[in-house]
C-alpha cells in the first residue's frame, strides 16, 4: 500500500499544479529549442552579412587594380597602400588588419613559343595585407609558381592580363561556435573577384620610396 502511494504521489502532484504548471513545464522544456532558434537565426544573418561585405570587398579592391597597371597608369606601390587602406575602412565593423587577408595578383597569358596561344599563365606581380595569414592564396605564391591556375580553368589569351583579388575573413561569432558547429559552417570566409585589364598593354608595380612592396607571402 506504501509503495503505490509514494509511486502514486508525482502524478497526483502534476494534477495538482493544474494548467498554469503544466504550461511553465512546457515552456521550460521549449525554452532551450526556442533560444537555440532566435540565437541561431541571429548567428546566420550576421554570418550572411559578413559574406557580402567580404564579396563586395573582393570585387571593389579587384575593380580599383584593373583601373591602373595597364596603358598610360601605372599603378604604385603607394597606390596599393591607398587601395588596401581603403579596404580596412570600408571593412568596418569587420577587423581586417586582424582577422582578414587581401591577396591582389596581376596574371597574364604568356606565349612562349610565340605560336599565338599562351603555354602558360604567370604573375606579373602578387601583394598582400592582413593578419590572417594561415588563409592561403587561391591562385598560389608568385615567388613559387610557375603556371597560375585560374578559376574554372579559365586561359588567358597572349598578354592578356587579368587582375584577381582574394578577401579572407575569420569569422567570429556572435554567441560562441556552438551555431556554426552545429550548423557545419565555416568559420573562414573566403571571397574572390576579378577583373580584366582595361587594355592589352601591362606595366609593373612603379616603385615609391619609403613604401615597401608587400609581396611576402607569409606575412
Not at 20 to 46: H, K, Y
Not at 83 to 103: C, F, H, T, W, Y
Not at 200 to 205: A, E, P
Request: hydrophobic residues 40%; aromatic residues 6%.
Amino acid at each position: 500500500m506504501s509503495s503505490r502511494r509514494v509511486m502514486g504521489n508525482p502524478a497526483r502532484r502534476l494534477v495538482e499544479l493544474g494548467e498554469d504548471g503544466i504550461a511553465f513545464m512546457e515552456f521550460a522544456l521549449l525554452l532551450p529549442i526556442f533560444l537555440m532558434v532566435v540565437l541561431g537565426g541571429l548567428e546566420l544573418a550576421n554570418l550572411t552579412l559578413t559574406n557580402m561585405k567580404v564579396q563586395r570587398l573582393a570585387n571593389l579592391s579587384a575593380d580599383l587594380i584593373s583601373q591602373n597597371g595597364v596603358g598610360g597608369n601605372q599603378l604604385s606601390e603607394l597606390q596599393i597602400y591607398d587601395i588596401l587602406e581603403a579596404m580596412n575602412v570600408s571593412a568596418q565593423p569587420l577587423d581586417m588588419k586582424g582577422r582578414g587577408r587581401v591577396v591582389l595578383s596581376s596574371v597574364i597569358g604568356t606565349d612562349a613559343n610565340n605560336d599565338g596561344t599562351s603555354e602558360r599563365q604567370d604573375f606579373v606581380w602578387q601583394r598582400f595585407d592582413g593578419g590572417l595569414t594561415s588563409a592561403r592564396p587561391m591562385l598560389g605564391c608568385w615567388s613559387d609558381h610557375e603556371n597560375v591556375v585560374l578559376p574554372s580553368q579559365r586561359r588567358l589569351s597572349p598578354n592578356e592580363v587579368i587582375y584577381h583579388a582574394q578577401v579572407s575573413y575569420a569569422y567570429e561569432p556572435l554567441i560562441g561556435g556552438t551555431v556554426l558547429q552545429w550548423l557545419d559552417l565555416p568559420v573562414t570566409v573566403t571571397k574572390t573577384g576579378a577583373y580584366r585589364g582595361r587594355t592589352s598593354s601591362y606595366r609593373s608595380v612603379l616603385v615609391t620610396p619609403g613604401y615597401e612592396a608587400k609581396s611576402d607571402c607569409s606575412r
